[in-house]
């Protein structure tokens, strides 16, 4: 389903199409503003420390095609998503917009990236890569102790940029930026909103363009475009796909959501980023900075590869109530596959509520044979659509 003329008819669509299909035009458009760029690699970077110290957080994002970096340098237990983005990272293809990369404690296989990159900064000096950090926030226990460990991986992290600019982050910086990422995420969250129910308006490859647009966009822009394509989108026809919930691996193409939309799926949520997670829950403005900022990563709709398998059961099924999806699409590539332990429990709960439950495994980046998913996703649909049917 190539991108519905609807769309391709609002003004602000087309702002976000073009910053999500030509990124490093966009990333050099912002940093015309004479600030530079810090790339995240993980969910749980807090962009809001590294706006608040002026500089332009930058979503990676992973490289497509032949990835001769990664083949030289990393195992194959490697999925093709991780391979991309350290592909992205190593190949120079962005170095002189990339000035500081910021890695998350959001998968073990970031963390192996993490090491990676820091020894190969150490032994090919020539090599062109940017200032590295990790944000090493514990995501599992809820507990007491857990809270305070994070407030001070924050405040360490705060030190770490501010030593990076040279600008001290004072707490009106970091209120300011906290309000600003409030607002966009809310903007997100009430388009997002038409995507939900029976009268889902907004195809699954859209939002995932607007979304991920969104990110190489300054935040008030986005703002803006956000609240006017909402107004768009509302008149949009009413889409008669299957809705269904997305997990698995990220996308940061529209590739795989284009191939379910064909077949007659539709994507309404999905617990990653880019998508849903992203704009869970807002930052405590009452608290003191720092801490809100720790509390709100840390208690965001749980994630496959840091969150109890219980926890998970309980929040997966819930968010399909909350968005009136019918079914779910767990989506895996080769050697990235948490996501399955989550299916046994998974699907005791989701057959109580008679839910179906799609799962495709073993796929690569980009797709080696996207006919044979297409023919298992669309007889999927005729499944769930005639059960619907019969009532």
Not at 131 to 140: N, S, T
Not at 201 to 224: D, N
Request: proline content about 4%.
């Amino acid at each position: 389903m190539a991108t519905r003329p609807c769309a391709l008819e609002s003004a602000a669509y087309n702002e976000f199409k073009r910053a999500f299909d030509h990124k490093h035009e966009s990333i050099l458009n912002l940093m015309l503003s004479g600030k530079k760029t810090a790339w995240m690699l993980g969910d749980e970077v807090p962009e809001e420390i590294l706006m608040a110290a002026d500089l332009i957080p930058v979503r990676l994002w992973g490289h497509p095609d032949n990835r001769p970096n990664a083949d030289k340098y990393l195992e194959m237990s490697f999925g093709a998503l991780w391979r991309g983005l350290f592909e992205t990272i190593m190949n120079d293809e962005h170095s002189d917009i990339m000035d500081y990369l910021v890695l998350s404690n959001s998968s073990d296989i970031i963390q192996k990236l993490f090491y990676y990159l820091v020894q190969l900064k150490k032994i090919e000096p020539e090599r062109r890569l940017p200032d590295i950090e990790y944000v090493d926030y514990w995501l599992v226990n809820k507990e007491f102790r857990t809270r305070e460990r994070n407030w001070r991986e924050t405040q360490r992290f705060q030190t770490r940029v501010e030593e990076w600019t040279g600008k001290k982050i004072s707490d009106r910086d970091l209120a300011e930026a906290i309000t600003l990422c409030n607002a966009y995420k809310a903007a997100l969250r009430d388009f997002s909103a038409l995507r939900f129910g029976p009268e889902s308006r907004i195809t699954g490859s859209e939002a995932l363009t607007v979304l991920a647009g969104s990110f190489y966009l300054e935040k008030k822009k986005a703002i803006e475009l956000l609240r006017a394509l909402t107004e768009d989108a509302a008149g949009w026809p009413v889409l008669e796909n299957v809705r269904c919930l997305y997990t698995g691996s990220m996308q940061d193409t529209t590739e795989v959501y284009e191939i379910l939309q064909n077949a007659g799926l539709n994507v309404v949520c999905e617990d990653k980023v880019p998508g849903d997670r992203y704009t869970d829950r807002e930052t405590d403005t009452a608290r003191p900075p720092a801490r809100a900022i720790a509390d709100r990563y840390h208690n965001r709709f749980p994630s496959s590869e840091r969150a109890f398998i219980k926890d998970r059961a309980q929040a997966l099924p819930e968010r399909v109530k909350e968005t009136g999806a019918e079914a779910v699409v767990i989506f895996m590539n080769h050697n990235d596959e948490s996501y399955i332990w989550d299916l046994p429990k998974l699907k005791i709960e989701l057959d109580k509520m008679g839910i179906r439950i799609l799962t495709i495994e073993d796929q690569y980046y980009p797709l080696k044979d996207p006919d044979s998913i297409l023919d298992r996703c669309t007889k999927f649909a005729e499944t769930v659509k005639r059960e619907r049917k019969n009532g």
